[in-house]
């Protein structure tokens, strides 16, 4: 079945070093991929998106790629700060409605 | 400006019993929505609207009843609560319809014994 995962269900870095987070995605008509973070006792927020058309998109701090041979997607987090603690997600939209969220990788960021 | 709002944020309710979680937003958003986040998994669709008066089901909806009587209100109703409606709830919405970004409350925790 259609499914979003993470490789790692943790990940620990040190503060100021450049973060990876991953995720595979199975359904290779999906269109739009989504980053979310959350943190403790607070509800999703949007970090960055991207379509199937593209295969990298820059934020502030932020980038996405998207590599659709392997059907994986990364979030990369540069000089990560104690504030990046939190739960990170990938999200992907096979059309319409239908949004498959995956259950997240918890970034702990050592001072 | 407040965003979504969400209320109560916890509630523990007995087998059977009844409850609605209240949702509202301040951005004069079209479309809102209702999750449920279980440990371990993502994100799961219950219902969703696409704008005042209209309700529609989504992934998970069974158990769940659903009324957007206001554009800026979308109620959840659990009816006869079950152990397996032990969850955190949240709420979102967003001007536009996915992948439109989504805008999610702080969530509502609620355990049903």
């Known amino acids: 079945g259609e499914s979003v995962g993470l490789h790692l269900p943790t990940l620990s870095v040190q503060e100021g070093d450049n973060s990876i987070i991953n995720c595979a995605y199975s359904n290779s008509a999906s269109d739009y991929f989504i980053w979310y973070k959350q943190e403790s006792g607070k509800g999703p927020q949007f970090i960055i998106d991207?379509?199937?058309?593209?295969d990298k998109r820059q934020g502030q701090r932020v980038t996405v790629l998207l590599n659709k041979t392997v059907k994986h997607l990364s979030l990369q987090i540069a000089a990560t700060q104690p504030g990046d603690s939190a739960v990170y997600f990938c999200a992907e939209n096979t059309g319409g409605f239908k949004t498959i969220f995956g259950a997240g990788t918890r970034l702990f960021v050592k001072a | 400006n407040a965003g979504v709002t969400q209320t109560p944020k916890f509630r523990v309710l007995k087998t059977g019993q009844s409850m609605t979680l209240l949702c509202a937003q301040d951005m004069n958003h079209e479309y809102m929505y209702w999750y449920r986040q279980d440990p371990g998994m993502g994100l799961r669709l219950i219902h969703y609207s696409v704008g005042e008066g209209t309700t529609a089901k989504g992934e998970v909806p069974d158990g769940y009843n659903v009324s957007r009587l206001k554009k800026q209100n979308f109620l959840l109703g659990l009816e006869s609560a079950a152990p397996s409606q032990t969850s955190v709830y949240f709420c979102?919405?967003?001007?536009?319809?996915?992948?439109?970004?989504?805008?999610f409350g702080p969530g509502t925790r609620l355990t049903v014994t």
């Open positions: 991207i379509r199937s058309n593209m």
């Open positions: 979102a919405s967003s001007w536009g319809q996915p992948p439109n970004e989504q805008y």
